[in-house]
């Protein structure tokens, strides 16, 4: 059972990346995904969620507009679309699910909110 993140990288501020975190050895259209990120010196902070059936979304204030969260049940994949991409945007993401329907707001996004975690993958936002 586990999660794996991929799509991280080097980038030009205003580039963009997507990453994907795909589910093996169990269902994620059972669980609410969220994606967090911890950049040097910071707490880990949850940026993004999306609901079990994709019907939900939140964003942090840091990221909206900016970042668009979507998942593939069939694939069994959630994907994290970044545009427009900032140097503060550096940092290590994780992506991680919970067997909940949705979460209510951003702020439930706690550091130990989640069943299962993804290996962390770096993004660095720079020229």
């Known amino acids: 059972v586990q999660l794996q993140a991929c799509g991280g990288g080097l980038v030009q501020p205003g580039g963009s990346l997507r990453f994907s975190c795909a589910a093996s050895?169990?269902?994620?259209?059972?669980?609410?995904v969220a994606w967090f990120r911890q950049a040097p010196g910071k707490a880990r902070e949850g940026i993004s969620c999306?609901?079990?059936?994709?019907?939900?979304?939140h964003y942090a204030d840091s990221v909206k507009g900016r970042f668009t969260i979507s998942r593939d049940n069939a694939k069994n994949t959630v994907y994290l679309q970044m545009n427009s991409l900032k140097p503060e945007d550096t940092a290590v993401y994780y992506c991680?699910?919970?067997?909940?329907?949705?979460?209510?707001?951003?702020?439930?996004?706690?550091?130990?909110?989640?069943?299962?975690w993804g290996k962390g993958t770096q993004v660095t936002v720079s020229s």
């Open positions: 991680a699910a919970a067997h909940i329907e949705y979460v209510l707001s951003i702020r439930e996004l706690l550091p130990q909110w989640g069943d299962y």
């Open positions: 050895g169990f269902t994620l259209n059972h669980y609410a």
């Open positions: 999306i609901s079990s059936s994709g019907g939900n979304t």
